[in-house]
């Protein structure tokens, strides 16, 4: 055998090795969801007052480096063709990929979906932003072909189908439409067959709470998407609903921490109960159809209805303990939990810096790691990464004593 013949062989068996390897290694949305080794977390790099000043490639490779510390591995983002955030994120993702082999971040791609005029006094729910929500929808699918190995999910619609979302939302026959056109692309080949498609809603867009949310089109949607991906938060309910929140005046003498404790493990079983509910719905119309958690969290902070003068919900003492009581169900029972969010965004409610919208995140603007992670610094998680040039350290300068300072029990029932 000539030797050029026998150096082609060899190239050819290693080739298809590599071609092999890579093949095992390419995970998909049903390899992640509900796999406790892929813990998942909203993502919005957003560091300004306003998204039109959308954070660089370089930002948001600080970001995700930060979150890989963190062990985090899906993030989930809202937006496709607006303020180039999307597009930069899966850009950052696939920089890091190739600096580091070993790198490995994967992301639940939202598209918006809206009503027509939304936003404005003349919004019309009967009818959809037909530009839009097709701009939307064709990008999710360009970038999803451009990142395969990093586009594992698709969801059409964030929280577009609840009642509340006054200045947006349509109807349940909007989202299905889309979710359909998706699924017909991955039959014909143009988007890869594992990929999963899902709206991210409310619990009660999905049959979990009124039955004002039960028909035809939201059981027909419940069939065509791949998983549910349902929304929970007890935090604003502790002012829109709060019978299970408030204590009764004879309790006030308890121990201030422990009345915290008990009000905060009633948060996650009211969380839980509204995930039970949902799974059971979802269920009597697609008994094998998984259920996650698309969004869950609390805030840090607040200055009305979940303050001091308000539920007295918001806190970094209460996320703490809010956080790892949904961590540790979601992982024990094999739900993945996208919790919101990673960062605070102060874009959020311009109106008010305090605004409880503006502190969801696990770390503020000012690069300081909320109390939920402040064991993280001490192991050193975050040794020499830094974010807007500082390096990320404790909020309250690491004392305990003033956190718990300004962390009141839960309102008085009246």
């Known amino acids: 055998m000539k030797p050029l013949f026998k150096i082609s062989i060899l190239f050819a068996i290693v080739s298809l090795f590599a071609c092999t390897e890579k093949k095992v290694k390419s995970l998909s949305a049903k390899d992640i969801l509900g796999n406790s080794d892929f813990p998942a977390i909203c993502y919005g790099g957003f560091r300004e007052t306003t998204r039109d000043l959308c954070p660089s490639v370089e930002e948001i490779k600080e970001d995700m480096k930060i979150l890989a510390a963190l062990n985090l591995k899906i993030i989930r983002t809202y937006n496709t063709q607006l303020f180039h955030h999307a597009e930069r994120v ?7 990929k190739e600096e580091d082999s070993s790198f490995e971040m994967y992301v639940m791609l939202g598209a918006w979906i809206e009503c027509e005029g939304a936003f404005t006094g003349t919004r019309d729910h009967s009818k959809e932003n037909v530009t839009s929500n ?6 999710a699918i360009e970038l999803t072909q451009q990142y395969p190995d990093i586009v594992k999910i698709i969801a059409v619609g964030n929280e577009s189908m609840v009642h509340w979302a006054e200045t947006y939302s ?14 017909k692309r991955k039959t014909q080949g143009d988007l890869d067959s594992t990929l999963w498609i899902t709206s991210s809603d409310n619990f009660a867009s999905w049959g979990g709470g009124s039955t004002d949310y039960h028909n035809n089109d939201i059981n027909e949607l419940i069939k065509a998407v791949d998983y549910i991906s ?30 915290i404790k008990e009000g905060m493990d009633r948060a996650a079983e009211y969380a839980i109960a509204q995930f039970e509910s949902t799974k059971e719905y979802v269920h009597q119309i697609a008994p094998n159809k998984p259920v996650h958690i698309g969004e869950t969290g609390w805030a840090s902070s607040a200055y009305t209805k979940y303050g001091k003068n308000g539920s007295h919900a918001a806190d970094e003492y209460k996320q703490k303990l809010y956080y790892d009581y949904i961590r540790n169900w979601s992982n024990e029972n094999k739900v993945s939990c996208f919790f919101f969010e ?36 001490d192991s050193g998680k975050f040794q020499g990464l830094r974010r807007n040039n500082k390096p990320l350290t404790k909020t309250f300068n690491g004392e305990l004593n003033s956190l718990l300072s300004i962390s009141y029990p839960p309102a008085t029932k009246p």
């Open 230 to 259: 349902m929304h929970t938060y007890p935090f604003h309910d502790t002012h829109y609903n709060p019978a299970f929140w408030q204590i009764d005046s004879s309790e006030i003498m308890k121990d201030s921490i422990l009345l």
């Open 134 to 139: 097709q701009a939307e929808i064709k990008r």
């Open 170 to 183: 349509v109807l349940p026959k909007v989202v299905l439409h889309y979710v359909k056109e998706l699924q």
């Open 90 to 96: 899966l850009q950052a993702i696939q920089e890091l």
């Open 342 to 377: 990673a960062f605070d965004e102060p874009w959020k409610d311009q109106t008010e810096e305090s605004a409880s919208e503006n502190h969801f995140g696990l770390i503020n603007i000012n690069s300081e790691v909320k109390y939920v992670l402040w064991n993280q610094v």
